[in-house]
Structures are given as structure tokens and as C-alpha cells.
């Protein structure tokens, strides 16, 4: 067997085609894994957004569970602790005033009352076990789940009508005269 | 969602639909030499057209970050010989479980007489019998009807190593088709 037979057995072995539909059998394929691809993408971005709201609460439950920090008044100013007056003050001193830091025991309350109240109370359910925050994970899924995102179908090019700009009348027929 | 669309649009990533067109370009050059890469491992039409299928499929999911998106035929063909292999072997452990001894499947053409499906049958086998090396550019320099410097592209290797291992392969076939 020579050269130009083996070549040529081997090129003729190898003439053969894909089928017809082989092409759009690929298409298919691609446009299949792109679906799926797509609908796992919306639901992890919706497990994560859970998972936040999850860590939120857990971290407010730690939050409100820690003891409330006393606060230290003001030191009080004790007279006889001041400066030594030169001999320009008057012989009799005049009494400082004691001054008393107002007494803070929670810090300041910048939300509606019931709302607090109602979420002291959601906190409390947390606590003691009334509420399950993994229940509502599950309810978040349930209820994203048959969502479905479509992708937004922009308007071809060719399908807008050209905007027509009419020429500008002409200076001399307003004015009457030359520029 | 905002900071991601501006980052997008900072990163100069082309449309979708660009690159789908550029992509649905790709297919209509490059069909027939993947599924004839995968048929030069495989001998069997269904088999090659999913693992050509497969190729594609994994060329689509890599086709935009893919930098030299002019080298798409040369990673397709690199692509598509790997997933031939994988397959080959795989159907042969699962033949060998079954305990079916079979040689790799040929689908001789109906239309061909006997004798020339002999003669095919018996050049499969002796390409089979080439070194890894040796076979895939006996393979594409028969799809690319001997255009070295294709096939060279192809391989990513230079024209001269292309000419060396033809000429040993073509050897080796002779002695094995004595």
C-alpha cells in the first residue's frame, strides 16, 4: 500500500457527516442548560437573602440577650479638689455645685413603641422557644420557589422608526431680508 | 443589583446576544470536524454526536470568558478528542463488566459493498493500534484532507512535529495493514 491509497482510505474513512439535526439537537442542549443555570442562579440568591434575615435575627437575639451595661454618673465635682486660689479670690469660697449625670438605664428608644414592643416579643418567642427561625427559611423557599425570572426581551434595533428632523425654515423667509 | 450592572458595564463584557450569534457562528464552522474527531475515536454515530454535543455544550458555558475566542477550533477539537477518549474507555469497562467481548463497535455503511467495509474495518483497527500522539493527527490530517498547517493550528504544535509524526504513523499503518 502506498502513500496517496493510505491517505486516501483515510480521508474516505473519515467523510462522513453529522446528522440533520444534529445542529439543533445542540442548540437545544445549550439553551436547556442555560434554564437550569438560570433558575438555580435566582434560587441561591434567594437562599442567601434567608440566610441574611436568619443571621439578622440570630444576631439580634444575641444582642438584646447581653446584660444591660450600667452607666457610671458623671464623677462629681468635690469641692477642695479644685485649683489653690491665688490671693486675688475672696477670703470666703463660694460652694460648687454637685452636679448628677442623669441616670441612663436603656439606651434611647428612637422607634415607634409597639413596634418594639412587638419585636421584644418576637425576640422573647425566639428565646423561649416558641418560634422557629428554621421554619422560616422552609417558608421562604416554599414561597420562591414557583417564581420565575424571564429574561427581558430588548427591542431590536430595526424595529424602531427613524426620528424625522424637518429642516429649519429658512432665515430669509422670517426676517424678509439677507444675513 | 445597581453596583453589579455598573460593574458589568465597567468590565466592557460584550451583549448575551453577541455572543450568541458569534457562538451559533462557531457551530456552523466547526460542527462537522467536531463530530468527525469524536466518530475518529468512537466508530459509532450516536456516540460521536454526544460527545460532539457534549463539546459544544462545554464550549458555550466557557465560550465568553474565553480570551482567543479565534483559537475556538483548536480548544474544541482538544475538547471533543478528550471527551472521546473518556467515553472510548468507558464503554470498553463497561463491556468488559458485562463480559461481552466485542470489539469497538464499527457501523459499516450500507451503502458501501462488503469489501470496502473490510477494508475500513481493518484500517479502524490499525489506526486504533497508533500511540494517542500518532492518532489524533492521522485523524485530523484525514478530516482536514492533509492541510498540515490546519492541523498544525489545530494541535497548537508546529508544522514540522505535525510532518514527523504523520510519516511515523503512516509507517506504522503500513506494517500493521500488510
Sequence with gaps: MNDDQLKHDIEEVLSIDPSPEFAARVRTRIAANKQCSRTSASRVRWSLAGATLTAAAVMLVAVVSEPAETVMPYPVSIAGAEPKVEEELPATPVPQPIRKAPKVSEPEVLINPRDAAAFRKFVEGIQEHRIDVSQLIELQRRATESLTIEDIALMPLDALEPIVIEPLPSVRRIEGGSL | MQEFSSWLTEANLPMVED??????????????????????????????EDVAQEAFAKAYRSFRTMRERDRFRSWLVRITWRLAINRYRSNKRRLAREQVRREVRFQPNAAD?????????????????????????????????????????????PEGTVKSRLFLARQRLKELLR
Design chain 2, 113 to 157: 459493498s462488503v469489501a470496502v467495509n473490510e477494508r475500513h474495518a481493518r484500517l479502524w483497527k490499525a489506526i486504533d493500534a497508533l500511540p494517542e500522539k500518532l492518532r489524533i493527527v492521522t485523524v485530523l490530517a484525514g478530516i482536514e484532507e492533509h492541510d498540515l498547517r490546519e492541523v498544525a493550528l489545530l494541535l497548537d504544535i
Design chain 2, 19 to 48: 455572543l450568541d450569534r458569534e457562538f451559533e457562528a462557531r457551530l456552523a464552522e466547526s460542527s462537522t470536524l467536531a463530530f468527525r474527531v469524536a466518530y475518529g475515536v468512537l466508530r459509532h454515530r450516536e456516540d460521536a
